[in-house]
């Protein structure tokens, strides 16, 4: 259903077409999606790099409104497409932040909300190992392993954000889940809802 205010029963891709006549209407799919995408990058690269990363992801996006395919009414596959792309850039920054998390535990994107306990000290270590083990991934397989775990990305939606086929990001997934499980002693933290993800 169409408004003239741009309230949220637009879908991304009449926001993004009417955006070509009205650019300041691209405000409202920052508003929609910011918020998830910044915690996404936080997870990734750190509170550093977050928000610079995210400012780009949108300059990037508003500038290749042109080209956005109208035939996708959500545009966040999109959105975690240049978001990984850009995020590919401060590769070192990621694999430092991970590296940071497996040594210390303190998790940037939950630090400023838990309080201290024996629960949020268990966590950390967790964490740390958890972080470990996605530094050691390579980049291909630590990308569609978190598009799906923390982006809440379906298989389809993360082939589409890493202009891959579904095929592959099905395998890199499972491999990718497969080297966690063997680093964490057969744990698996990266456990998705195969049934939501297909």
């Known amino acids: 259903m169409r408004t003239s205010t741009g309230t949220a029963t637009e879908d991304d891709a009449h926001v993004i077409e009417r955006s070509r006549d009205e650019p300041e209407y691209f405000a409202l799919l920052f508003r929609r999606h910011a918020p998830h995408l910044q915690r996404y990058i936080t997870r990734r690269l750190g509170p550093n790099a977050a928000e610079d990363v995210l400012n780009e992801v949108f300059l990037v996006a508003f500038r290749q409104r042109g080209s956005y395919d109208r035939n996708r009414p959500d545009a966040r596959p999109w959105l975690y497409g240049i978001a990984t792309n850009l995020i590919g850039r401060h590769r070192r920054s990621e694999v430092r932040?991970?590296?940071?998390?497996?040594?210390?535990?303190?998790?940037?994107?939950?630090?400023?909300?838990?309080?201290?306990?024996?629960?949020?000290?268990?966590?950390?270590?967790?964490?740390?190992?958890?972080?470990?083990?996605?530094?050691?991934?390579?980049?291909?397989?630590?990308?569609?392993?978190?598009?799906?775990?923390?982006?809440?990305?379906?298989?389809?939606?993360?082939?589409?954000?890493?202009?891959?086929?579904?095929?592959?990001?099905?395998?890199?997934?499972?491999?990718?889940?497969?080297?966690?499980?063997?680093?964490l002693g057969g744990v698996d933290p990266t456990s998705i809802d195969e049934e939501h993800h297909r």
């Not at 991934?137 to 990308?143: E, H, Q, S």
């Not at 389809?156 to 990718?176: D, H, I």
């Open 97 to 183: 932040a991970l590296k940071a998390l497996s040594a210390t535990g303190v998790d940037p994107v939950t630090e400023a909300f838990a309080e201290r306990s024996d629960a949020r000290v268990a966590a950390a270590s967790a964490g740390q190992e958890l972080a470990a083990a996605l530094a050691a991934l390579k980049a291909p397989f630590r990308d569609a392993l978190l598009l799906v775990a923390w982006a809440d990305l379906t298989y389809e939606e993360t082939a589409a954000a890493l202009g891959v086929p579904v095929g592959t990001v099905r395998s890199r997934v499972s491999r990718a889940r497969s080297t966690m499980r063997a680093a």
